[in-house]
Nanobody, 114 residues
Framework: QVHIVESGGGLVQAGGSLRLSCAAS????????NGWYRQAPGKQRELVAT??????TYYVDSVKGRFTVSRDGKSTVYLQMSSLAPEDTAVYYC?????????WGQGTQVTVSS
């Protein structure tokens, strides 16, 4: 079993920055953190960015040039968010997986005021 914890969310003004952290613990031998998702009120959860074990990254168009995903080993991943806008307001979730199971954290709230 793997336990994922996200942290670093909060309230920030438009144009500001936040750094989210995702840390996994437990049976992490075959486990890797895949990336970040977010869910805004009344909307479906959506992909934000991914990072593979080799460090290759992918970003959705809406965050390209503003967000940066990085990792420190296979059990800790960060999301540096800059130039935040009100439309970035959401609960941000970290996703990980081992050979057969997908794991999610409890999420961290990011609120961007205009």
């Amino acid at each position: 079993q793997v336990h994922i914890v996200e942290s670093g969310g909060g309230l920030v003004q438009a144009g500001g920055s936040l750094r989210l952290s995702c840390a996994a613990s437990g049976s992490t031998f075959r486990f890797n953190i895949n990336g970040w998702y977010r869910q805004a009120p009344g909307k479906q959860r959506e992909l934000v960015a991914t990072i593979n074990t080799g460090g290759a990254t992918y970003y959705v168009d809406s965050v390209k040039g503003r967000f940066t995903v990085s990792r420190d080993g296979k059990s800790t991943v960060y999301l540096q968010m800059s130039s935040l806008a009100p439309e970035d307001t959401a609960v941000y979730y970290c996703r990980g997986s081992d050979t057969s199971v997908v794991y999610w954290g409890q999420g961290t709230q990011v609120t961007v005021s205009s």
